[in-house]
């Protein structure tokens, strides 16, 4: 009786869900119409292998994540066109953790140790990763896959981190971006917590390898609203850039304040972070004017893997995007893909063999470009491109450095000789 | 440190003070004439952000959407009290709790609206140089907004008949009541009226901050010990504790961290609870 209950809860219908649900029947009797015309592929048949993920789908934190539901449906039905993982098909549980850490906790709990899944994915925060993180180890596993680009380090046997690290999106694309074309004197702006502070301890070693200097870091509680005194500061500091490592709605409200003295032009930003959260929707262009970001994936990338992908979002939307996609829904995406690619090269859905399949290198074809698991660090090479704001509201790329290793992990982490590694290195 | 330096700390501390008591004020009113713990206090001022947010939308002007946006609000406090609040007086545990799931139920009801963004609105003036910095004009308007603010609270207050009667039902009730004083009506008109403040707060810190369904839950702290601090008397009280409060924070952010600046806000509302236990204002003179 309870887990039908919970099932309702999961699965409650909304007005726009049964829109939603509606347009996906449609798209679905179409994409099945389509799939009939491919070589035959088997059917998934047997019983369902389950895959777990949580992330913010309500709360403060679910403007990160307007994609996220029909990104994780969307790889699940691929892979099970494609006739499953291992002849099976995939079962995934979606759970939503409402912006609020211990839900994280709680549900990371119920899914492997209830519903014992194949795969964890989720989390957004570094913290939340922290929190699954503890779970899994707690647990011996299963493998879990974390979607953001984060303040870097993780180093850990169960863990692969899809997202872009300091060393593929600071250290190589941004600060150099920076130097070049703004100037070397840093000004850094970070939310006050874990991925605030090691950031910015990288920002600082990058500058500074690099002949510039940081003035001066500071630090936000998220959820700080009045930036009247921080925007007052910086201009007695005269910077040539701010590198901004905000993060949540609380904080767009800087970029207002900012715009409103009368700053955008005065000052460039620049941010690993920055439009992952519909900024370029709720701020107006000339608040966001010409600030630069770096991310492995941009909806604007031209080449035919990304083109189907899109295509297979708008296929949900009766033909438009309804949102932006950015590069935190594209890792989900690739995270599942990733597994799926990873659990049938192994030929077995045992979490060892599964770690050894991804630890062989294995590579896949994505939206990015190529993608490849660093084996010994159980991070993505990625290709990074740097892009700017533009004026109709969606980035603009204008670099692209393809294979960006994933250093500093490499440099600390090597858990094919030291498989029992469970930790997070820092910089200092 | 050198003339405009000083002169943009002050600027800046007396818009953090004004961008405080703004978005408090409507809760001075709620809390304290009603004595009721409002924890739909952050949807009120949500509501009015995105109620001039929309008439922005329509092509109407920013103005506009300032003398709309109370009349929405104020209308949204006044079906919140009659369908609710009404039956909660005296009952303070149960007031909280009612309270926070209309939180819940306004929150959810703008997400399933408008969806988990919005397109905000930038803010409506320039921005002015002093000496080798700028800051914005609105930020200064916003100032102007506050004292307009004290102003209309205090004129209602003290020269409206509904004012003399609603201090009288929170001060002495029991005389109040055997004086004729409707206190059901009272009660209605002051809920209302505080839901019209606050929403006029939100949409005038609309182009200052993120307009999102969940913006609320990032000013009812501050607004609660600005109230707190402030004691019995709305106006006088507020601008007391807001002004303590807001300067305290700015400053100290300004030659220290932002996130000092929070600490020492608390800490200054500790001292000064700890020496005036109701209140800054408890020990005053003055009506209101």
């Known amino acids: 009786m309870k887990r039908s209950l919970q099932f309702f809860e999961e699965h409650r219908i909304g007005r726009r869900q049964l829109l939603q649900s509606v347009a996906l029947g449609g798209a679905g009797l179409g994409a099945s119409a389509l799939l009939r015309g491919l070589p035959a592929v088997g059917a998934p048949t047997g019983t369902p292998i389950k895959i777990g993920t949580i992330h913010d789908l309500t709360g403060a934190f679910a403007v990160y994540n307007q994609a996220t539901r029909d990104i994780v449906e969307i790889a699940v039905e691929e892979i099970n066109a494609r006739g ?40 957004g925060s570094s913290a939340s990763r922290e929190v699954i993180r503890q779970v899994i180890g707690r647990n011996g596993g299963p493998v879990y896959f974390y979607p953001a680009q984060y303040e870097g380090g993780v180093c850990d046997k169960f863990v692969f981190c899809s997202g872009e690290v300091p060393t593929q999106q600071i250290g190589p694309a941004l600060i150099p971006y920076a130097m070049e074309h703004f100037g070397g004197e840093f000004y850094t702006i970070a939310a006050d917590y874990n991925f605030g502070h090691i950031s910015s301890v990288w920002v600082k070693k990058f500058v500074e390898q690099q002949g510039g200097r940081v003035i001066a870091t500071e630090f936000f509680p998220l959820d700080q609203t009045d930036f009247g005194s921080a925007i007052s500061r910086i201009q007695a500091a005269r910077p040539q850039v701010i590198f901004s490592l905000l993060v949540g709605n609380n904080h767009l409200g800087f970029h ?113 470009g190529r993608v490849r698991v660093d084996g010994k660090t159980h991070h993505l090479v990625h290709s990074i491109h740097i892009a700017q704001a533009s004026e109709d509201r969606s980035f603009k790329i204008i670099k692209t450095i393809p294979d960006v290793q994933p250093s500093y992990e490499q440099s600390v982490c090597d858990i094919i000789s030291r498989p029992r590694t469970h930790k997070q290195f820092t910089p200092e | 440190m050198n003339p405009d330096e000083v002169v943009v700390i002050a600027l800046t501390a007396l818009s953090s003070v004004a961008f405080l008591l703004v978005t408090a004020s409507g809760l001075a009113i709620i809390f304290g004439i009603m004595r009721i713990i409002n924890m739909a206090h952050g949807e009120f001022l949500m509501l009015g952000a995105f109620t001039v947010v929309q008439v922005v939308r329509w092509g109407l002007s920013f103005w506009l959407g300032l003398v709309a946006a109370p009349l929405v609000v104020g209308a949204v406090g006044l079906l919140v009290e009659r369908t609710l609040i009404r039956f909660l007086y005296g009952r303070r545990l149960e007031a909280i709790l009612a309270t926070w799931g209309v939180s819940l139920i306004i929150v959810q009801s703008m997400q399933d609206l408008y969806g988990p963004l919005t397109e905000g609105i930038a803010p409506p003036l320039g921005s002015v140089r002093i000496g080798g910095f700028s800051i914005s004009q609105y930020s200064l308007v916003l100032i102007g907004f506050a004292v307009v603010m004290l102003i209309t609270m205090y004129w209602i207050f003290m020269h409206t008949r509904y004012g003399v009667m609603a201090r009288a039902a929170s001060q002495l009730p029991e005389i109040a009541a055997t004086m004729g004083v409707p206190s059901e009506r009272i009660n209605m008109l002051t809920f209302g009226l505080g839901a019209a403040i606050t929403g006029l707060g939100g949409a005038m810190i609309a182009p200052l901050v993120g307009v999102v369904p969940t913006m609320g839950a990032g000013f009812i702290a501050q607004a609660f010990m600005t109230v707190v601090t402030g004691g019995p008397l709305m106006v006088t009280g507020t601008l007391a504790s807001g002004a303590l409060l807001g300067a305290t924070n700015s400053v100290v952010s300004y030659f220290a961290t932002a996130f000092l600046g929070q600490a020492a806000l608390l800490i200054v509302a500790i001292i000064a609870l700890r020496l005036f236990p109701d209140g800054i204002s408890s020990g005053w003179k003055g009506r209101v």
Do not use: C
């Open chain 1, 84 to 123: 499953g993982v291992l002849g099976r098909p995939v079962e995934l549980l979606i759970r939503d953790s409402q912006s609020s850490i211990d839900k994280y906790a709680e549900f990371a709990n119920e899914l492997v140790l209830g519903e014992k899944v194949a795969m964890l994915e989720g989390g």
């Open chain 1, 256 to 368: 207002r304040q900012f715009a409103a003295a009368g700053l955008v032009d005065k000052i460039p930003i620049v941010s690993p972070v920055f439009g992952q959260a519909g900024e370029l929707t709720s701020l107006s262009p000339q608040e966001y004017k010409g600030l630069v970001v770096a991310f492995d994936y941009f909806p604007q990338l031209d080449n035919p893997a990304n083109k189907a992908f899109l295509d297979r979002v708008r296929a949900r939307h009766g033909g438009r995007l309804p949102y932006a996609i950015g590069e935190f829904p594209y890792n989900i995406w690739l995270n599942i893909q990733l597994w799926a690619a990873a659990t049938n090269k192994a030929a077995s859905i045992e979490k060892d063999k599964v770690i050894d399949a991804l630890e062989s290198g294995l590579q896949l074809d994505a939206p990015e």
